[in-house]
């Protein structure tokens, strides 16, 4: 058998393999970036705190840009933070991987990831791609996602318009924190996380080792304990993501992006900043008429006075507010009840989704109404309940305003986009 010596050591040649295969699988080919595939990806993120993950093809100019970017930042990152299953940079070739790129619904390239204790976030990183923005990124994930407080008074005073979980321990070393702090990494881009430990939770612990509450936006004390077990994670992480995040979301020029890359139609109320009695009543219809359709459609919210554009489409302006439409990526439709009056009114909101999902939207915009309702307008001229238009009026058929909303979606001069939206 052919042998090897190191260090006065003797290894077969086997061994070797065996070691140099390892080192491959545990270290990449690229410095601190490490090539990542079907036999050590799991490996990887389930082992390391932090795995940020460039998801590339080689053939495509912008991943081709990125790569000696991203394995820069890497390096950086690594002298930053060089303890062992900490933070790792990874990138996967799409190509070659077929099954992991399926697998985290890679649709353009490149694709930034980051995976927390195993887990994709849900958002990706669409920040400035350069070495320092990448390890800024990185830093800043690794900081510590929970404030400490040493007072009462301090979290009396938190921020209200941000939707807060509050942990209340005996001592920063048991289980429940430490399970905690692992859900906190995972939802820090949905909530802020907070924590008073030892006598000075003595109050609200009332005896018990551990108190967790969810303290909803703009509340002071109106806070929801969460009543399941302290330790278990699954069961703290579905608790505090049912409360973090909302049903109905608000979209923003930062996130916009992000929201179109969903790829769900947006049901979307444009309306004062100062209305939040508005908002509360859409919040109340989305919980009470709408969860079946959260799979379908995203709920969201919007600062009719910064998205004027997507009014002006529609006709309408900051003096009409507020405006509830869809918007499928394809046109936008409008609600064509008074929002204020008939908004809560039962079955409105979800005829006009259904009519959506059908096909009538955009059908009536073009054609004119559907002869049903064709039908039940002529009952209602011969009743005399409006007036009768001369039969030799044609139906003039109509153009729906374009989507405002699919020019945010992700650019073709920043990705290679896969596959075009499928057009609703």
Not at 30 to 55: A, D, K, P, R, Y
Not at 92 to 118: M, Q, W
Not at 123 to 130: L, P
Not at 175 to 185: E, G, H, L, N, Q
């Amino acid at each position: 058998m052919e042998k090897y010596s190191k260090f006065g050591i003797l290894f077969s040649r086997s061994t070797c393999i065996f070691i140099a295969m390892t080192l491959l699988l545990c270290h990449g080919t690229n410095g601190e970036t490490l090539q990542l595939g079907g036999s050590n990806f799991n490996n990887i993120i389930s082992t390391h705190e932090i795995v940020f993950v460039n998801f590339y093809a080689d053939w495509c100019r912008f991943s081709q840009i990125l790569k000696p970017v991203f394995e820069e930042a890497g390096k950086k990152v690594k002298e930053l933070f060089p303890e062992q299953g900490k933070v790792a940079f990874g990138q996967v070739d799409c190509d070659s991987e077929n099954g992991i790129a399926t697998l985290y619904h890679i649709s353009k390239y490149p694709t930034l990831k980051l995976f927390r204790n195993g887990q994709a976030v849900k958002k990706e990183y669409r920040g400035q791609r350069s070495v320092d923005a990448l390890a800024d990124f990185i830093k800043n994930q690794i900081e510590d996602s929970i404030k400490q407080h040493t007072t009462m008074d301090e979290l009396d005073e938190l921020e209200n318009t941000k939707r807060n979980v509050i942990g209340f321990f005996d001592d920063k070393e048991t289980d429940s924190y430490k399970t905690f702090r692992r859900v906190a990494m995972q939802l820090r881009d949905d909530c802020m996380f907070h924590a008073a430990i030892g006598e000075v939770s003595n109050g609200e612990r009332a005896g018990l080792s551990t108190k967790v509450v969810f303290r909803p936006p703009h509340t002071r004390r109106e806070d929801v304990a969460y009543t399941g077990e302290s330790n278990n994670y699954d069961m703290m992480l579905q608790w505090m993501h049912d409360k973090c995040v909302p049903l109905v979301r608000e979209i923003t020029f930062e996130n916009a992006e992000e929201l179109t890359e969903e790829g769900l139609p947006f049901v979307i109320l444009f309306h004062k900043l100062e209305d939040t009695e508005v908002v509360t009543a859409f919040n109340r219809i989305v919980q009470n008429e709408l969860l079946g359709e959260r799979t379908s459609v995203n709920f969201l919210t919007a600062d009719g006075t910064k998205f004027s554009h997507p009014l002006h489409h529609l006709g309408k302006s900051a003096n009409d507010l507020p405006v509830l439409a869809i918007d499928s990526f394809r046109h936008m439709y409008l609600f064509k009840h008074d929002v204020r009056k008939d908004l809560e009114s039962p079955g409105l909101v979800k005829e006009f989704i259904a009519d959506l999902h059908s096909g009538k939207l955009h059908r009536e915009f073009h054609h004119g109404p559907d002869p049903v309702v064709q039908q039940e307008k002529q009952v209602e001229q011969q009743a005399g309940h409006i007036p009768h238009e001369p039969s030799d009026k044609p139906e003039q058929p109509t153009s729906p305003p374009e989507s405002a909303f699919q020019k945010l979606a992700p650019s073709d001069n920043r990705y290679t986009i896969l596959r075009e939206r499928d057009e609703l």
